[in-house]
């Protein structure tokens, strides 16, 4: 059996959205950035996360570098994570979005990309406040350490790991514990100090602000006890 006649039908595609990237974080030239702040994206609808790849949003750093990372589609936010959990200090970083890379769930790409720059917090100078006092030569034998900062201290990198106690290369056992209102990172000693002793303190660069920043390097000090 054919047709009569011929049979026709018409359609039309779906046209390119109003505009595509709604909001985005950190925004555009924003500084003091934590470095454990995620890059998020807000597009127009839902995203194709096949879509999603290094090729269609990626991130560079101020040397060029491409940054590795993980990224993850929910719904019509895009969110990319900085492999290890941290960006670098004091980095200026690029996000790109090109145009026409990423797709919409309707098969519609995204026709107007992005690309916007912000920059990571500074690294810490130290603790504000340490005790006993960097060089005091008559401490008692039965004291806590510590060291006080300016900001809050990631509580998992308050360690004895991070917080180490040394008489010459032997190394003092002892618990570490953080206070989270005064910010003080503490040191109990596990046996007595001896008497007309050096002692010298070590704070790890490991140790991270709520906002993943650190320390450039270790920070020591020593102190003696009295007789």
């Known amino acids: 059996t054919t047709l009569e006649s011929n049979y026709s039908w018409d359609f039309r595609t779906v046209a390119p959205y109003p505009w595509d990237i709604g909001s985005y974080t950190p925004t555009n030239t924003q500084t003091n950035v934590a ?3 995620a890059i998020t994206v807000t597009f127009y609808t839902d995203i194709d996360s096949s879509t999603v790849t290094p ?18 589609v929910a719904g019509k936010v895009v969110t990319f994570t900085p492999a290890g959990g ?5 980095t200026s970083y690029t996000v790109v979005i ?3 890379k990423i797709k919409y769930t309707t098969g519609v790409y995204v026709v107007s990309g992005q690309t916007w720059w912000f920059k990571t917090m ?11 006092p960097s060089g005091e030569k008559d401490v008692g034998i039965d004291i806590t350490i510590y060291a006080k900062f300016d900001q809050d201290l990631e509580p998992a990198t308050c360690t004895k790991e991070n917080f180490k106690l040394f008489k010459g290369d032997l190394q003092i056992g002892g618990s570490v514990s953080y206070d989270a209102v005064e910010k003080k990172i503490k040191f109990q000693p596990g046996i007595r100090l001896e008497s007309e002793t050096l002692y010298r303190v070590v704070l790890s660069k490991d140790i991270r602000t709520t906002a993943g920043v650190s320390m450039v390097s270790d920070y020591e000090w020593e102190f003696r006890t009295a007789k």
């Not at 941290?86 to 004091?90: A, E, F, H, R, S």
């Not at 500074?122 to 340490?130: H, K, L, N, R």
Request: glycine content about 12%; proline content about 12%.
């Open 122 to 132: 500074p690294p810490i100078d130290g603790p504000i406040e340490i005790y006993p």
């Open 86 to 90: 941290y960006l670098g200090q004091n």
């Open 55 to 72: 090729t269609s949003f990626y991130v560079k750093d101020e040397t060029g570098n491409y940054v590795g990372g993980t990224r993850a």
């Open 35 to 37: 470095l454990n702040q």
């Open 98 to 100: 090109p145009n026409k």
